[in-house]
């Protein structure tokens, strides 16, 4: 078999960044039976800004108790694409949903999200509202911020 070494020197790992990414994980615990965290239905709650430069690569959103009314939720882009994340998660079930299963498509297909400027990461309450359920939610990526350095 061929050993393929034609990169040109300019583009060989010695000289791109040697600054490693950074991983980026962020957690949120939400009780929706907390004073003044209950949702109508349509209503959004803003959870996490994602800082410019970050690769988003997956979402978990975990259901730790069971909300009574049966709703579901979208986690994604306040003001821009709502279901971005996670779309139609069960509120009323214990369990586990993340991003780009089955049940939710969405970026998992494509490999994750780059968020080129702060971006503010919504919680979308759809069918009904919420309002004594428990949820741990968990967003998972790269800080690439500093990826663009010059490397001389």
Request: aromatic share 6%; proline share 4%.
């Amino acid at each position: 078999m061929p050993v393929i070494d034609n990169i040109p020197a300019d583009q060989s790992s010695a000289s791109l960044s040697q600054v490693p990414a950074l991983p980026y994980f962020v957690e949120k615990l939400v009780s929706f039976a907390d004073t003044g965290l209950a949702m109508a239905a349509a209503d959004t709650m803003d959870l996490f800004v994602v800082p410019a430069g970050t690769l988003v690569l997956g979402a978990k959103l975990e259901m730790l108790t069971a909300d009574g009314a049966a709703t579901t939720a979208d986690l994604g882009v306040t003001g821009g694409v709502v279901d971005a994340l996670i779309n139609g998660a069960a509120m009323n079930a214990l369990g586990v949903t993340m991003s780009g299963s089955a049940a939710t498509g969405g970026m998992g297909a494509i490999g994750g999200t780059y968020f080129a400027a702060d971006t503010t990461i919504s919680l979308l309450a759809i069918t009904n509202g919420l309002s004594d359920g428990v949820m741990r939610l968990q967003l998972f990526g790269f800080d690439l911020s500093n990826r663009n350095a010059d490397p001389a």
